[in-house]
């Protein structure tokens, strides 16, 4: 009878498992939403009174630049591919918006900006879907030729002067009603839009299954190549506005301004439930994990654990999560 009852238990067991795997698998969103509430809880515990208004409100504008990068990651990895010039693209573009706004007016400015942006997306897009560089090489590569000439227009800049327009620090610190981060009037949309872009339209469709499959893809008449220079250009495209975002948070620009943000937004895609092999994922997800590595870092600097700690962290989780969803998808 006793056996038999351990039996019993040890089938129920599996069953649980295997429905938290599907779980973890199918609507990963959920255990990233306990995960958020988890450490919104132990940050009230360890620093009782600091949940407020304005921490949420803070949080959501640190998190806005951050979601915006983690867009450019989920999209490219859905394609089996990564980017990893964002983060020097969007300094460059908060840079461009701070020094050509007191001579061009911030208008021209962030057009200059996006525009450079986008230009450094095509390039990666042509380097990965023309000349088939891999995406890890290329973008690494535009980085470095990114920051080159970011230094180099530093140089020619030295003695302009330079700042924020009132319209990007409104729009990227301030907030509306005493607690609304103005950021969400451009994210909410842009967040809906990509959100469309990759569950209701041809291009997302795409996306899915140049990552699943790309020879099948390429044998069923889809033109790769066009897809990955377009997905390449939006990614610097979102790259720049995040930069521009978070120039006006930070109301400064640096050549490595946005540098830290790199690892974060993988992590974020990652965290997501985007599979780093392309062909599983979405944005939503990301949006979720973009937040909970906000409290996250939140909770490490209340801890005051230093900056290597965080990295290290960071790292951890990548490696934890995509190789958990990389079992979790072989079982199935």
Known sequence: MTSVQDAMDDRAGRDAGAVLRRTFRDRPILPLLVLLAALIA??????????????????????????????????TMLTGGI????????????????????????????????????????????????????????????????LGLITVYQRIMVAASARIPDAVAWLGARTSFGFLPNSLLLFIPLAALILFLLRR????????????????????????????????????????????????????????????????????????????????????????GALILTVLSTLLTVLQMPEPVRQILFGAIILVVAATYTRITEES
């Open 201 to 288: 339209s041809g291009f997302g469709r795409l996306l899915y299954a140049v990552g699943d499959n790309e020879a099948a893809a390429r044998l069923s008449g889809v033109r790769v190549w066009q897809v990955l220079v377009a997905l390449y250009a939006i990614s610097g495209l979102l790259a720049g506005l995040a930069g521009v975002v978070y120039g006006g948070l930070t109301n400064t620009a640096t050549a490595a301004l946005v540098d830290g943000f790199l690892l974060p937004s993988v992590a974020a895609a990652v965290i997501g439930g985007t599979s780093i092999f392309g062909g599983r994922g979405g944005y939503a997800g990301s949006i979720v």
């Open 42 to 75: 132990a940050l009230q515990l360890v620093q009782p009174g600091m949940l407020s208004g304005a921490w949420v409100s803070s949080t959501i504008r640190f998190a806005v630049p951050l979601a915006i990068l983690a867009a450019c990651q989920t999209m």
């Open 83 to 146: 980017d990893l010039s964002v983060a020097t693209v969007a300094s460059m573009a908060a840079y461009i918006v701070f020094t050509q706004s007191p001579v061009q007016g911030p208008v021209v400015a962030v057009a200059i900006a996006l525009i450079a942006a986008l230009v450094v997306g095509i390039v990666n897009g042509i380097g990965v879907g023309v000349f088939r560089v891999h995406p890890l090489i290329m973008t690494i590569a535009m980085s470095l030729v990114v």
